[in-house]
T-cell receptor, first 115, second 114 residues
Framework: AQSVTQPDIHITVSEGASLELRCNYS??????LFWYVQSPGQGLQLLLK??????LVQGIKGFEAEFKRSQSSFNLRKPSVHWSDAAEYFC?????????????FGAGTQVVVTP | EADIYQTPRYLVIGTGKKITLECSQT?????MYWYQQDPGMELHLIHY???????EKGDLSSESTVSRIRTEHFPLTLESARPSHTSQYLC?????????????FGSGTQLSVL
């Protein structure tokens, strides 16, 4: 069965520290991979996406993610967290073979940033 | 930035009432989606649309219905709301299903059924 797993429900990080959010997927073929961020009271915003090519992708707000096929992972990282990064982060996958773009989301990781 | 709008932002309503959650986008996207989001849970696709007069049910069974009479408008209706329908409903649209560029999301409607 296809699935997206974000093992960490909640992460607390100090401002200025590094952040890594984990995402694992189970999919029949190599999927398209995404990270979205949801700030309180807002809709989801795309941080970055991976379709093919370089497995290290850069996104907005200083985030990057690395696709590791052997580990079926697409972990999100940021070297130095800012207070404004406090939000919920969702990993998502979409089939590379479906004709209409059906996205599947993980349960999300809530990030709290402390001073 | 994305131009996709959902109204109302919050809705508290009694059991048995008929409700319609509005979603509009001004980007001319053919593909539109409704997701249901509960705290700590993944987003579940409940409806999607390829374009005008096209609607399909998503992965999660829902008692709601949708319509797509105009490209820009994708309302979701519950004929008789129940407490089990309490959730956040997120509308989204996308530019392309071939390259799956990205989803644009509205701010959501938080529905509470008493």
């Amino acid at each position: 069965a296809q699935s997206v797993t974000q093992p960490d429900i909640h992460i607390t990080v100090s401002e200025g520290a590094s952040l890594e959010l984990r995402c694992n997927y189970s999919y029949g073929a190599t999927p398209y991979l995404f990270w979205y961020v949801q700030s309180p009271g807002q809709g989801l915003q795309l941080l970055l996406k991976y379709f093919s090519g370089d497995t290290l992708v850069q996104g907005i707000k200083g985030f990057e993610a690395e696709f590791k096929r052997s580990q079926s992972s697409f972990n999100l990282r940021k070297p130095s967290v800012h207070w404004s990064d406090a939000a919920e982060y969702f990993c998502a996958v979409a089939s590379s073979t479906d004709s209409w773009g059906k996205f599947q989301f993980g349960a999300g990781t809530q990030v709290v940033v402390t001073p | 930035e994305a131009d996709i709008y959902q109204t109302p932002r919050y809705l508290v309503i009694g059991t048995g009432k008929k409700i319609t959650l509005e979603c509009s986008q001004t980007m001319g996207h053919d593909k539109m989606y409704w997701y249901q989001q509960d705290p700590g849970m993944e987003l579940h696709l409940i409806h999607y649309s390829y374009g005008v007069n096209s609607t399909e049910k998503g992965d999660l069974s829902s008692e709601s219905t949708v319509s797509r009479i105009r490209t820009e408008h994708f309302p979701l209706t519950l004929e008789s709301a129940r407490p089990s329908h309490t959730s956040q409903y997120l509308c989204a649209s996308s530019e392309s299903t071939v390259t799956r560029e990205k989803l644009f999301f509205g701010s959501g409607t938080q529905l509470s059924v008493l």
